[in-house]
């Protein structure tokens, strides 16, 4: 039913999408798509509601076949491949348990599934409790564990039959806080024993940024882009992506020379890259809040201003536990967001202060688009 692809000597991906789309009726859940995943690699899939995460993972599950477009599987196509002969392993938010069955059985249920012997089923169940630290849980039913419990036997039941993909839809996301953060890590953990190729959704940036290799970020149906987390981080290719993965100032200003933009209100930025915009374009520059040192303009230390710098006021400081918060009005208007790591002192930043802020080309980044 399926072909391996003439990979001409290549190594194949895990999984290859090719033009892939979804329409319902008039919705474009999907736009044409292509996206590889690379074997052992953790992939995620960050963005809002609604802009086409969990379509892209019940494509590749299964689920849900594609409106155009083609899926390989380590070089085979399984485009029209129903979802149990992929070898795909799922794992969903709300743990998607048998309530009647222990924790034994409910583990056991994909190998049972695939006739092996009892042996074998027990060895494997064993071995997948002991990697999630479930070890003498096997009696209890679904209601009796915690939800972080609950969501290690949905990973067990996944784990046990050794899929070379796993999918992970959201699955922390009924648990609380510090629970997200420990299981993230337990995820982790697992990802690296197993060395198995991972596709995780979540629309929670810090947990895509402490787990993945990549992210591929979506909006609207489309990706917005696809990089490791400090491709994401420093070079943003636009707006949606700058804002959705921290806080940003962007300065729009015409680049005048290589290296140089000039902003409406006359301030001259020295800036990373110019590269691919030609002179006399309009482009948009971010900087992140964290990168902008600010100096009071009494100090005696004024004379450490970086490649671009500016005077202003304190215009407004917020202290929120470990990091400050501070607003700063430029001479010519501009309000500038910086962010610094707290201190007693932080109160020594009251709004009317004069100040001058000063950050490095390095940190100046312009948009691509
Ligand atoms: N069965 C369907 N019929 C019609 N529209 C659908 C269907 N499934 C999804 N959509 C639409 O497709 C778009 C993408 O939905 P999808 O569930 O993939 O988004 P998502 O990024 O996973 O969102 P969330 O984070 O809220 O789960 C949305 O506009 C959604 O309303």
Redesign the pocket.
């Known amino acids: 039913m399926h072909n391996a692809t003439d990979l001409g000597g290549q190594v194949a991906h895990a999984i290859a999408l090719k033009g892939i789309s979804?329409t319902?009726?008039p919705?474009?859940?999907?736009h044409p798509t292509d996206l590889s995943v690379e074997k052992g690699e953790f992939l995620t899939?960050l963005?809002?509601?609604?802009?086409?995460?969990?379509?892209?993972?019940?494509l590749i599950a299964g689920a849900?076949g594609p409106t155009t477009g083609t899926i390989l599987l380590d070089g085979c196509d399984i485009t029209r491949m129903p979802p149990r002969e992929r070898g795909i392993g799922m794992v969903f938010q709300n743990y998607a348990l048998m309530p009647h069955m222990n924790v034994f059985d409910n583990v056991a249920y994909p190998l049972r599934a695939r006739h092996q012997p009892a042996n074998t089923i027990r060895a494997k169940v064993t071995e997948a409790l002991d990697r999630v630290g479930l070890r003498g849980f096997e009696n209890r039913k679904p209601r009796q564990l915690s939800g972080g419990q609950q969501q290690r036997v949905g990973i067990a039941r996944c784990i046990v039959y050794s899929p070379t993909i796993i999918l992970m839809?959201?699955p922390l996301g009924a648990l609380d806080k510090n629970l997200r953060e420990q299981m993230q890590g337990e995820i982790k953990r697992l990802h690296k024993d197993l060395k198995t190729t991972v596709i995780y959704?979540t629309?929670d940036q810090e947990e895509a940024f402490n787990m993945s290799d990549r992210i591929c970020l979506?909006s609207t149906?489309q990706i917005a882009q696809l990089g490791t987390p400090d491709e994401l981080y420093f070079e943003p290719v636009n707006e949606f992506v700058a804002d959705f993965v921290g806080e940003s100032n962007l300065i729009e200003g015409k680049v005048t020379a290589a290296n140089t933009v000039m902003t409406s209100d006359g301030l001259t930025l020295v800036v990373c890259s110019t590269e691919g915009h030609a002179i006399g374009s309009l482009v948009k520059v971010l900087v992140r809040p964290e990168k902008i040192e600010m100096i009071g303009r009494s100090a005696p230390t004024v004379t450490s201003v970086r490649d671009n710098a500016c005077a202003g006021t304190v215009a407004q400081t917020s202290f929120v536990g470990g990091m400050t918060r501070i607003a700063v009005r430029c001479d010519g208007g501009r309000i500038l967001r910086i962010k610094t790591v707290s201190s007693r002192a932080s109160d020594c930043a009251p709004a009317g202060l004069p100040v001058t802020v000063s950050w490095a080309a390095s940190d100046t980044v312009v948009l691509k688009s």
């Open positions: 979804k319902y009726g919705v474009t859940a999907l899939l963005g809002p509601s609604g802009s086409g995460k969990t379509t892209l993972l019940n849900t839809d959201e959704v629309h979506m149906g």
